[in-house]
Nanobody, 129 residues
Framework: EVQLVESGGGLAQAGGSLRLSCAAS????????IGWFRQAPGKEREGVSC????????????YYTDSVKSRFTISRDNAKNTVYLQMNSLKPEDTAVYYC??????????????????WGKGTLVTVSS
């Protein structure tokens, strides 16, 4: 059974930091790109960041939406089947449910808005001003 389980969400103050984790099981982790998405109340889901698989031609390449560049860092630990999203300099507008998702090989579907293969259930991040 494929599972993606997010953790690390919670309450942070503006300017603070949180680190989200996405633990994967049930598929060959290093062959999959992992993306982070978020959905704020009343807004559409948006792609936040993605890291490509370790076997793609763009192995380890990362992508960020403009609003989080220089503040968020995505990384992966294939030995632990886990992807991390380090979020620094948090802003109230970062408040959302954050989801991780997996897609075979590359971040192409993430960058083009196409459906990802597998999804987690999300973790809530709340940033107070």
């Amino acid at each position: 059974e494929v599972q993606l389980v997010e953790s690390g969400g919670g309450l942070a103050q503006a300017g603070g930091s949180l680190r989200l984790s996405c633990a994967a099981s049930g598929f060959t982790f290093d062959r999959y790109a992992i993306g982070w998405f978020r959905q704020a109340p009343g807004k559409e889901r948006e792609g936040v960041s993605c890291i490509s698989s370790s076997i793609s031609s763009s192995a380890g390449k990362t992508y960020y939406t403009d609003s989080v560049k220089s503040r968020f860092t995505i990384s992966r630990d294939n030995a632990k089947n886990t992807v991390y999203l380090q979020m620094n300099s948090l802003k109230p507008e970062d408040t959302a449910v954050y989801y991780c998702a997996a897609d075979f090989l590359s971040c192409q579907d993430f960058t083009t808005g196409q459906p990802m293969d597998y999804w987690g259930k999300g973790t809530l991040v709340t940033v107070s001003s």
